[in-house]
């Protein structure tokens, strides 16, 4: 496990080093403190320098707000610098705005919290997070050194997964896990909750099950059984947790596979993440889906795992068309490819707060971005 090290009272210090982003631990390392300036702190950072926080907990989560703040002022300043230069393309500004967006994240992840053998945070006024980092980061077993901005991540998905998501096709609610990505765009579970199901449907697979929610709406909507699977273990884990809340257990078995389980089924549904890039955290494999691999993964194995007359349900963003990452061309050469053809598609608008944001930096892409279920047979 990797160790992070600084010196404190002159003694050469270390402990376990966290990070769901994979960034590692940093070399420099000073003590911060209530006296320390949120300029200071911001030119440290800036510079990679890490500061181990030894003072206030309210204070230093004040002091990540400024510096937030200070960053969101620089690219603000940045941007109109560029304004009287030629507008990027759709394509650049997405790689411009995920670029900013790291670069944030790395700046604000400089400022790192303590952590005792039992998770308990040695710093006045810190709140009780014992729970939320055992959900997340498992038995706690030494010393450990994470960022701050990590976890109030954490803290907030520890809320979410204790209150849950009201799912309205489900007329429940599901309770998403740390680093699982959490169904708040109900669009997508509209369609899987609406479109007609395959003619004598009894079996489903659902590819990638994330929370469990496709795999309930699919049990709820008169499926006799449904297998769903995942890679990730805290998926795995999440989906077995919902179904079994919602009662779901005898119609749906949640299996460890990468993409398709064993066997052929009437429906075979899939929404794989609807970016392709590469992902920067655990959380972004929800979103990045690198080459494209899941999707054409799913379409390319979907003509072998459908049963007769079956159909396979490809739930996808067409954002990525908008940002020039993929073409519809490109989507619609894979699906002929993989010997399939287009039954139909039903399609839904976005509803998110970003798609209303005319500030938004990917605002023009995210207005026009459609939803859309694919209805797939074999051809």
């Given amino acids: ?62 002091l990540v707000q400024a ?14 610098a560029k304004a009287g230069k030629a507008a990027p393309t759709p394509t650049e500004g997405f790689h411009r705005h995920r670029l900013s967006q790291l670069q944030r994240a790395r700046t604000l992840a400089m ?62 609610r599901i309770h998403p896990w740390y680093g699982v990505f959490s169904p708040v765009r109900g669009e997508y579970v509209d369609l899987v909750a609406q479109a007609p199901l395959p003619a004598h449907a009894k079996l489903a697979f659902d590819i990638g099950a994330g929370t469990g929610v496709l795999s309930s709406v699919l049990a709820r909507r008169g499926l006799q059984r449904v297998v769903a699977t995942d890679m990730d273990e805290r998926a795995l884990g999440c989906a077995r947790e919902n179904v079994e809340r919602l009662g779901l257990s005898k119609q749906v078995e949640i299996v460890k596979a990468d993409l398709f389980p064993e066997g052929q089924a ?52 067409d954002l990525a068309e908008h940002l020039g990452l993929r073409t519809r061309e490109q989507l619609l050469n ?33 207005s026009r971005e459609v939803t859309s279920l694919w209805r797939l047979r074999v051809a």
């Fill in 111 to 172: 400022l790192l919290i303590p952590f005792d053998a039992d998770y308990t945070i040695p710093l006045r006024r810190a709140p009780e997070v014992q729970e939320a980092c055992r959900e997340a980061w498992g038995p706690a077993i030494e010393p450990s050194v994470a960022s701050l901005r990590e976890l109030l991540g954490l803290i907030g998905a520890h809320e979410w997964r204790r209150k849950g998501v009201h799912i309205p096709a489900l007329d429940g």
């Fill in 1 to 62: 496990m990797t160790q992070i090290e600084w010196v404190e009272g002159g003694q050469q210090r270390s402990a376990l080093w966290r990070s769901e982003s994979g960034w590692p631990a940093p070399k420099k390392v000073v003590l911060a403190d209530d006296t320390m300036s949120a300029d200071t702190a911001y030119r440290l950072a800036l510079d990679g320098t890490a500061l181990l926080w030894r003072g206030d907990f309210q204070n230093a989560r004040q």
């Fill in 266 to 317: 009437d429906l075979v549904v899939c929404n794989p993440p609807w970016l392709p890039g590469k992902p920067s955290s655990a959380i972004e494999y929800a979103i990045y889906d690198p080459d494209s691999r899941m999707l054409r993964g799913f379409l390319g194995g979907l003509k072998a795992h459908l049963a007769e007359h079956g159909e396979g349900w490809l739930i996808i963003s």
């Fill in 334 to 366: 894979w699906i002929s490819e993989a010997g399939l053809q287009v039954a139909g598609r039903h399609d839904v608008q976005p509803t998110h707060g970003k798609a209303q944001d005319a500030d938004d930096p990917l605002h023009a892409a995210r």
């Fill in 67 to 80: 510096l937030a703040r200070r960053i969101d002022h620089k690219g603000s300043h940045s941007r109109r």
